[in-house]
């Protein structure tokens, strides 16, 4: 009976099988097979150009530089002047070349983001006022150490055991709090003009950060102008409705009695290319300066920044090869990664903030290199005005899948750290940026799943969607609804906090948070509805039904193999009492005998 029972692998049988051949732990598994990718396809990479590329890169030009500039604002004033435009600019032109040279997802687009700049100007606040350390040293450390961590979640394939547990929860808390940091930075613009402009400036600098807002978001509809203007007219309006809105409020303050009033800009140097803080000359850090204590202690930083690009990156790589883009070459994550670890160590040893994947510019991107493939259709069944069922071929969408649009891009933005386009970039007013900062946010906002639950909780009843079967009613959607975005404002109000630069890890901690404890809240039916994985198709609870079913086989399979072993058993007690009884040993005769008869048998022999 005991032999026939299975052992359980120990764990450590385990966690040596994670790092055998295929194994999770397996290192330089991930990283092997996306460089056999990157082999296959970066010949072909090269291989496309034509007018929607380079519109494409026009496109991403403009709507990776301007939010950047936004972020470098505001970085010069909550740090002090150690980061400014320059160094905005040079990170994500510099960044963003090297990425589409070497990066085995060319369609993500790197960029300064939000969430780094909360985190950036939290660490600047700590250094000045309880560190009493160089902020651009201590900083250079903390990059340094989230580099080579990068690195080490790469090796062991880190793509795997992570992103695939993450659901829409946490992306949906992450996005939501990516649109009130917009906001609130167009706040903070607007408080800053009161501060220092005049009052006429300052009523001006209002109207002019609304009114970039109004028009960008008016030309953003464009495309529903129909019958007005061709249709290329139209969708020129919608990809450049933020570049048009700018360029136009960056021209008004010069015309007419506007002219004359004090308006507040971007800090720039036209002298030379140097940092923005008086009497820093070069760029680099001399980071091996700092104190060792200090060089140890800025690995926290440096694994709170590692968990913020890992997840952003992913994330944004995800995002810009879904399914409706029609990607076809190979892809991976593991590579992306390295490199996300080589560039964060160089901006930190350069002394300027590092650039990671930017979630709303990446789809962007993608969006604006759909194309109609040639001597490709599918098949649809639709109905005609005189409800009769037919067949149509539709074309098939697919997106250019090249490095150029990326490559001419982000060379671009890195041209214009030189002087005379610094100048250029001096012109544009801190409300201008604002308004885009509000554009932004609204942007992110709509297409957020959030808001549309949000509107449910504001609609009668009768006029709600029909919910499918096994979910009750509304009320279990608005409490996960209402519980998104408690938790986005408390994550939020500790970026205001001394514990601000923790923000990444509550992030984090939802995902397991999600898995392990909202089942317990609200129902499998109501988990399903409103939640999937981010990564991949189906729910947890979908897993959780299989898994609890493969064990349920399971079980009734060992109660069966049970019962064969009690029988076998049993037959060869039967034959071992056979054998007795015809050496004399037991009672008389030799034919088989009942259980009742061989136990009583087994008494009298224990007797004698």
């Not at 090249?402 to 214009?416: D, E, P, T, Y």
């Not at 909202?518 to 039916?525: E, F, G, P």
Request: net charge negative.
């Amino acid at each position: 009976m005991e032999d026939s029972k299975q052992k359980r692998p120990s764990w450590i049988s385990k966690t040596a099988g994670r790092f055998r051949k295929d194994g999770t732990l397996r290192p330089f598994r991930l990283i092997g097979q996306d460089c056999r990718n990157w082999l296959e396809r970066y010949p072909s990479d090269w291989t496309v150009f034509n007018q929607i590329v380079l519109a494409s890169a026009v496109y991403v030009f403009f709507t990776n530089l301007l939010p950047g500039l936004t972020f470098a604002g505001d970085l010069y004033v909550q740090t002090g002047k150690h980061w400014g435009t320059i160094e905005v600019v040079f990170s994500t032109g510099l960044c963003g070349v090297i990425f589409s040279l070497f990066s085995i997802q060319p369609l993500s687009i790197l960029g300064v983001t939000g969430p780094f700049s909360v985190l950036a100007e939290n660490i600047y606040s700590l250094c000045e006022t309880s560190f009493h350390v160089d902020f651009l040293s201590f900083m250079a450390w903390a990059l340094i150490h989230s580099g080579w961590m990068h690195i080490l979640l790469a090796i062991f394939n880190a793509h795997e055991w992570t992103m695939l547990y993450v659901t829409e929860f946490s992306c949906e808390i992450f996005s939501l709090l990516n649109s009130i940091i917009y906001f609130h930075k167009a706040v903070q613009e607007l408080q800053r003009a009161q501060t220092e402009l005049p009052i006429a400036s300052f009523l001006y600098a209002i109207i002019s950060a609304i009114g970039t807002f109004v028009l960008a978001l008016f030309l953003s509809y464009a495309e529903s102008w129909e019958p007005l203007f061709h249709r290329y007219i139209r969708m020129g309006l919608r990809e450049y409705a933020a570049a048009i809105s700018i360029i136009f409020f960056i021209g008004m303050p010069h015309v007419g009695v506007l002219e004359g009033i004090p308006k507040g800009t971007l800090p720039v140097s036209s002298k030379a290319f140097q940092p923005s803080l008086p009497g820093r000359t070069h760029f680099y850090v001399k980071f091996w300066e700092l104190p060792g204590p200090w060089i140890a202690a800025a690995m926290v930083p440096g694994a709170i920044i590692t968990v913020l690009f890992f997840f952003d990156h992913e994330i944004s790589s995800i995002i810009c090869t879904i399914k409706r883009f029609g990607t076809r070459k190979p892809t991976g994550y593991a590579l992306d990664i390295v490199l996300l670890g080589l560039t964060t160590a160089l901006c930190g040893i350069l002394g300027i903030p590092p650039a990671n994947g930017l979630l709303p510019q990446a789809p962007l991107h993608s969006e604006s290199l759909m194309h109609t493939a040639k001597d490709e259709h599918v098949e649809k069944t639709v109905l005609d005005k005189y409800g009769l069922e037919r067949t149509v071929h539709e074309p098939v969408q697919r997106v250019y899948e090249q490095r150029w649009s990326s490559f001419l891009h982000a060379s671009a933005i890195l041209a214009f750290i030189a002087p005379p386009l610094q100048l250029v970039l001096g012109l544009t007013p801190t409300s201008v940026l604002a308004g885009l900062f509000i554009f932004m946010g609204q942007q992110s906002l709509a297409s957020n799943p959030i808001l549309k639950r949000t509107f449910h909780m504001l609609t009668p009843p009768s006029e709600l969607p029909e919910l499918p079967a096994g979910v009750k009613s509304y009320w279990a959607i608005h409490a996960y609804t209402l519980f998104e975005i408690i938790m986005t404002v408390v994550i939020f109000i500790v970026t205001l906090t001394v514990a601000g630069p923790a923000f990444p890890v509550i992030i984090i901690a939802l995902v397991p948070f999600r898995l392990l404890a909202m089942n317990r809240i609200w129902s499998k039916a109501t988990l399903r509805y409103v939640d999937r994985w981010a990564c991949r198709d189906g729910t947890p609870e979908d897993e959780e039904d299989e898994r609890q079913a493969s064990v349920a086989s399971e079980g009734a399979g060992g109660v069966m193999r049970m019962r064969v072993v009690e029988d076998v058993e049993r037959e060869s007690e039967k034959g071992g009492e056979s054998e007795d009884v015809e050496k004399g040993i037991g009672g008389p005769g030799s034919g088989s005998s009942s259980g009742i008869e061989v136990e009583e048998r087994g008494v009298a022999r224990v007797g004698r």
